[in-house]
């Protein structure tokens, strides 16, 4: 039926692009890696070299020439997403990409328009959904197990090392903080955000403050129908990468991210120790694997794309409300952001 | 040294004032339960019949008349409570004064100058200072542990079944989120709150909405180094009574709130079940115990009250901003609520 | 109708008396310290001073003379206590004994015969059975949540530092694991232990070995109905104080026995560390306040005493077998103990 | 260096042979299912149907014929293990055995003979060691944090539904607790068991009994070093696959096996619920992944078999003395076994 393993280019060779090469070469039978590109010299070469797959390219357009390249993933900087994703949909190649898909709402809107037109699936890497806590809850609320959702939490907290070089005044909002927006939709499943009011400071370094750099965040996040969200991000958390979520509805309470390394336990002369999880890719590496199979069997026709790009644009315009807000100092209706 | 146990008197017999007759009646040696004053007729002879201890007055007059009488706890409605400690301090008896001791700045001033006046002590019903798990999260901050506070959380959500006839509008901050106001200072020991913003609705009954009356409410209150804080709030909870506190310092994160009844963990068809906490008087019961043996060691002098009339007057003031911050639709500072 | 706390007499002011002492001083209204009788030199007169209660005796004699004693605790060295409860009997006193009752089977049925003929309450203290998880697992057995039981398991793991002199072959069963074997008999109501084999050895202090001390043992149980109990104790955990329990029945499981010291969490640098408990006193305090109470209740008629001197003897036949089983070297039938 | 993916037979296509199937087909990039053996009819069909992958032969000859078979993975019934080893051997391909390896000693000596003779690797099914929880209490032994061993503990409850047509006596003794056998020597690395003392019974269907036929056993095991080991086996447990592992040392103890499907936790009104793992395949679908790559690895050289042949023996050792102490009614010292 199908003929192998589906062919996906890399695009970007990041921290994050690095570990998605790493998947399809070794992690998913179903899907090839064919090839890698990235503009910065050496880069594609030294990451197909270490896999032992996969064509090295430094431009894009060499991606597009390449008839076995079915798919790509999207892992360059954030700025640069929305532009490949018109340029894949304009060769016809499905996409799955990194978050946020663009920085920018009208960003979002081309890249929506150009994949619905060109008729490739576009995917978007919100993995929390893929995880085993966040699929188990959303299982719940589809079971009407939780009722109504009421109060809902998610937090992201990273285990510190930021380099400040990276940061921008509006990274904990658009790369950081996306996925509890994201997150808080999933676990309301249909309702709309209306309205957001943001705090943040540099906490955890506080001489970025005066480059308005922001490390630490609190959202508050209302919906359509009353229910309140907040979302949290710090940058530093001493044990590690800590991600979490709870929905409180009529009929109970979910709470997800459990944090631990694995169900080991130590007692010993300080007590009871855990080991923690001490990065986004131990703690969700099922999760990304399954994001990209999940893709994988959307390219194939087997399901629709479980994260759309509708998807990234509502979480998008939770984002840059939240960065307005705390520019403002008030709440600012996500309205108010549409143009 | 001491001539025996602490003669108190109660003033109101509700639900949380026969809980602490019952502690000065039998479950605290060091207390002796000497009267209980309520003017409803005949709940004082009800609660005195039942534990078989105490006069049954039904004016205030009458407790300030009996020499027995060495302290009273104030147990009556919140509006009450002010006057009562400012009564108490004139007959010169030490007062414990349920939460909220007051209900506008000026009443709370007025029960801190009248016991500072009669030199009389003057304790606060914070309850959750006591509990096992904040104050042990508490000693981890003293020790330096958790480094500086950045992110701080502190919710309530009780079983449900309240009386609308009982809630006013500001009845979830002046009454219930109060305790956390407290908490998130408690967590924070030195920090001053600055700015509040508030979000509530009625959730649980959207048919209270018209009235005015909230529910649910969250609760974001920035402190003057810019750590902050976010109280939680939902009147029902399908599974119980339930109250969590977070900190996240540069040195590392306590939780607390464990929510179980008991250590004892059911796996049956059904996966694996604990048995969650049904009440207040359940969760806190040694809290509420511990914190009336503190009051009577301080009122023996041996140290000093652990939760003052300036405790209380500080967590009014977060109450007042979140109630004002809901009608204004903004953010408020704390010194706007300040005349 | 009942005239005043009941009048207690402490026989015995080691370690666990005078844990009891200060419940029967300052944390249960519902009896009073009367009397301290210990024949140490002074150490009643120390006890009695620093609780500021009780008349100081070196005699027994002297407690029997005294009119304010109704009821006495035996907390004196194991191999007292038969004796001495057959001396509180022939007194006309309630007697309240730690545990073991007796280190023989005929010194059991003397004790359980006298208190008999007397009319007086003879109550155990097999603490655990007061303690909230383990109530709740036999709360779940009598709802016949858990069915049949078929595999069972107990626990108890000392803090260390436990000083050779005090040890002899037998005290790891007949003072430790009786403990144990009451909770499997509690655990498997009705049930009848046939059947034992004990591994026992000096693993903790190998340099005991020699002279035939033993601080680490495991027991097998087998019940008339083929149930099988663990029993398992070894005096050194670095961890601190380790009492488990767990009943896989036909329905489900219960495990109790969550050895942390409070719900509180702190995830710092080390991963997610919880206090654990560090002794018996801390874990089990309410448990030991629960049990005296009790002990008040069946003195005032208004329960039977929850746990009897047939408790004690049928614990004890268990303990008489497992180290039979430990001397021989095969497994030991309790009937092979009578007689 | 490498060509491509190892290619792998499958002999056996039950449920557990089934399982395998699909990690060489689906899970393991580094392996690929060449061909399944099964001499009932049509079974390899439907297997190799079902995946799109592998060769469908009745006769393991067709195996050792097929060029494209580097090794072969035998999941035939326990009894035909030891014959199939010799046969893979003698063929020259490398063998993955499931437990038990074999179900003698002389059979188990004959396989590791054979594969030492040939030359080829041989890797023993003994799954839990690649379980994550079993890995980290091993990475804590072998850094010293546990101490010395002192006790261990293993069990196994499997969800019911068991066939007592596929049960013999042994088969709670050589098919189940094989495995807690095996973790309790790779808890207590290089410690040699010295004596077994078993009971058993047909508690789950007691209409077994009669045809001597078991489903719940205890087995304890001493160590030469006179630690002491409990392994303990029920055929049903009401809430699913529970298998656990504790190590209690003179540093501290570790405890492994969760249960939990995910962290995800409910809390309704019937109080706090986690869902509980149902199968072995759910549990372990990593660690049977796991176990199948660290056999790629060893057949390229890359790092030497984790479980040998000898493990397997010595493991068989103990379950052979367990049954044989079931008969005996008495402890059976692992030598008694070697005939």
């Not at 430094?58 to 390249?69: K, L, M, N």
């Not at 954030?78 to 018109?86: K, S, Y």
């Not at 070089?165 to 658009?174: E, I, K, N, S, Y």
């Not at 209302?222 to 940058?235: H, K, L, P």
């Amino acid at each position: 039926m199908t003929a192998g393993p589906l062919g996906v280019a890399l695009l970007g060779s990041g921290r994050m692009g690095a570990f998605h090469a790493q998947t399809l070469a070794r992690r998913l039978p179903s899907a090839r890696l064919v090839a890698v590109a990235d503009p910065a010299q050496g880069a594609a070469e030294y990451l197909t070299g270490v896999l032992g797959a996969g064509r090295a390219y430094t431009d894009a357009a060499q991606v597009w020439d390449d008839p076995e390249v079915d798919a790509v993933v999207v892992a360059a900087p954030a700025r640069a997403h929305a532009d490949l994703v018109v340029a894949a949909a304009a060769a016809g190649r499905h996409v799955f990409c990194e978050k946020p898909m663009a920085v920018t709402l009208p960003d979002a809107d081309r890249a929506i328009d150009a994949a619905r037109a060109a008729g490739v699936v576009l995917q978007v890497g919100f993995n929390r959904r893929f995880a085993p806590d966040w699929a188990a809850a959303r299982a719940l609320l589809d079971d009407g197990m939780l009722g109504t959702p009421r109060l809902l939490r998610s937090l992201t907290r990273d285990p510190g090392g930021f380099v400040p070089a990276r940061v921008r005044p509006d990274t904990v909002f658009l790369e950081t903080l996306i996925h509890d927006f994201d997150t808080l939709r999933f676990l309301h499943p249909g309702a709309e955000a209306v309205e957001v009011h943001a705090v943040a400071d540099a906490l955890v370094e506080p001489a970025w403050r005066d480059r308005g750099l922001l490390d630490t965040a609190v959202v508050v996040v209302r919906f359509a129908d009353g229910a309140m969200g907040v979302a949290e991000a710090c940058f530093e958390a001493s044990y590690g990468y800590d991600v979490r979520g709870e929905v409180l509805g009529s009929g109970g309470m979910a709470t997800m991210g459990d944090g631990r390394r694995t169900g080991m336990v130590f007692s010993g002369p300080g007590g009871r120790v855990a080991e923690t999880v001490r990065s986004d890719q131990e703690l969700f590496a099922g999760a990304y694997t399954a994001e990209l199979a999940a893709f994988v069997d959307a390219v194939r026709g087997r399901t629709p794309p479980p994260v759309t790009g509708e998807d990234a644009r509502a979480a998008l315009a939770i984002a840059l409300a939240a960065a307005e807000s705390v520019r403002a100092g008030r709440p600012v209706r996500t309205d108010e952001v549409e143009k």
